[in-house]
């Protein structure tokens, strides 16, 4: 199935759109995935983006910070309280005038989060990243369309 057949809805619209006549065209043809001591760089991970698309990534979803984000870049190390709980997908990147690098993420918790429904986190080279979000990574390559 492809992202057009599950437009993203908040959680008051959950209906189901599976239809078997288009999921069984689709087969997964690869994953990558990465943890922590596999010591992925910024760079790395940005290969990745560019090469396979958007990938799961898991943050400390349960701060403060993460759980109130409304606008802008998060660039608090203090978002991270030492543990992931929460999955997230990276779906880009980018570059502000000053040359920072920000990963951009689509939550699920619906429009009414963050920046209708995403977030963008600073780009921290080695560590767990701001929330954590640089210490895994998912990303499966599906055929079939």
Not at 13 to 34: E, G, M, T
Request: glycine share 14%.
């Amino acid at each position: 199935m492809k992202a057009s057949d599950y437009p993203y809805l908040d959680k008051k619209n959950s209906n189901c759109f599976y239809s078997s006549l288009k999921a069984d065209k689709a087969k997964v043809v690869s994953r990558a995935s990465w943890k922590p001591s596999d010591n992925l760089s910024v760079v790395q991970i940005v290969q990745r983006l560019e090469s396979g698309g958007p990938f799961v990534t898991y943050v400390d979803g349960f701060t403060t910070m993460f759980m109130g984000y409304k606008t802008g870049i998060l660039n608090n190390p203090c978002c991270f309280g030492g543990r992931v709980n929460h999955g997230v997908v990276t779906v880009g990147y980018g570059i502000t005038g000053n040359f920072n690098g920000y990963w951009i993420i689509r939550n699920h918790w619906g429009t009414s989060w963050g920046d209708a429904g995403y977030m963008r986190l600073s780009m921290v080279n080695g560590g767990p990243g701001i929330c954590g979000n640089q210490l895994y990574g998912d990303q499966l390559t599906m055929m079939g369309y």
